[in-house]
């Protein structure tokens, strides 16, 4: 895409369980993802990524918004950026949470162990 066919705005809508908290044409938008702050800007590429709870920033026509958002999903595609906002439960959380180091632990023994001859092959012929 070139700067001639980039669109001149993000077309957002943040919507939760209950209600549309967002929806209209913004210059960019940034959001907390679970890995650090994004920015969106007209033509971003496609994306799905994990929300982090904190605050999203938006500028419209207006100035800039702050909106506080739970976590959630976003989604971005040629045409708009979507925020599915809602969180987890603090216990819900938790539970993620322990469900994940258990992963991580399981995934660092898998590292350090050695595979023989044989199963190095098995694993890499298709």
Known sequence: MTDEQLPERVNLLVVT???IVFHGAVRWVQ??????????WPGHAPLIAL???GEL???D???????????????IDVERCVVLAGGLSEAARSKQE?????LIAEMED????TLTEEELNDVQSP
């Open 98 to 102: 322990g469900g994940r180091e258990e």
């Open 61 to 75: 026509s207006t100035g800039e918004q702050s909106i506080p958002v739970p976590g959630g999903i976003l989604r």
């Open 17 to 19: 369980p209950e209600r």
């Open 31 to 40: 959001v907390p993802l679970h890995d650090g702050l994004l920015g969106v």
């Open 51 to 53: 929300l982090q709870p």
């Open 57 to 59: 920033v938006l500028d």
């Open 110 to 113: 898998a590292l350090q162990e």
